[in-house]
């Protein structure tokens, strides 16, 4: 398998603008969750999803943000409009029903400027 | 509160010497996990080693191992003969369960560990 893939790598984006990360989750696994790093507030869970289905998305900072899982295999997280404070590295992980290890992308490098 | 603590910001350890990152965590969840991945300056997170709440002996695995005290809810990561390449970021993270009856799994602030020459 050739693990948990996001897209793009990196992006850089106007304030105002829409913004699109991706994902693709390991095949089998039933968690997706989105993490967002930046140097001040660390490793933050965003939003995760199990079987397709949000579970919890107290960590989405604002209405602006937004995520959805339309199938097993794709996942994407929105931003609309981005502001300068967003800008991070958003990691995508996965992982079995049965939770052991969360396997994580490469992540994304936003930038908003 | 802090969920999960680490109190080394940074570390510095010779090459070839043992060194211990710090955890302790927080959680009255009588099920949970607990985690050490590594981030090298590449940035992404590589995971290390797992240690569950029910299991009797530390987890190891390779050059690492996880001193887990669990009256003491810490769960510290030990790295013997440290290489060069050992030098990252390690962030420790723990799995509880919650009401939805999903599961969270939440970081540390994690440690730069520097191995020198």
């Known amino acids: 398998d050739a693990g948990v893939i996001q897209s793009p790598r990196h992006e850089v984006t106007e304030m105002g603008q829409e913004v699109t990360l991706r994902c693709k989750p390991i095949s089998g696994h039933d968690y997706l969750f989105w993490y967002r790093q930046t140097m001040m507030r660390g490793l933050e869970l965003l939003i995760y999803f199990n079987n397709n289905v949000p579970i919890d998305d107290s960590g989405m900072p604002e209405d602006r943000f937004s995520a959805k899982m339309p199938n097993a295999s794709f996942s994407t997280l929105k931003i609309q409009p981005s502001e300068p404070r967003d800008s991070a590295v958003y990691f995508c992980?996965?992982?079995?029903?049965?939770?052991?290890?969360?396997?994580f992308g490469q992540g994304t490098r936003l930038t908003v400027v | 509160a802090q969920k999960i603590t680490q109190t080394q910001p940074g570390m510095f350890v010779q090459e070839k010497e043992a060194v211990t990152l710090d955890c302790t965590y927080d959680t009255s969840d009588p099920s949970y996990g607990l985690f050490w991945y590594k981030q090298p300056s590449s940035g992404e997170m590589i995971f290390l080693i797992y240690?569950?709440?029910?299991?009797?002996q530390n987890a190891t695995e390779g050059r690492y191992s996880l001193n887990f005290q669990k009256a003491r809810k810490s769960a510290n990561l030990v790295i013997s003969a440290s290489q060069l390449g050992d030098s990252a970021m390690y962030f420790c993270a723990m799995r509880e369960s919650q009401n939805t009856g999903g599961f969270k799994t939440i970081f540390g602030a994690g440690t730069r560990l520097f191995v020198k020459a």
């Open positions: 992980a996965s992982s079995l029903a049965n939770p052991l290890e969360a396997f």
């Open positions: 240690q569950g709440s029910y299991d009797q």
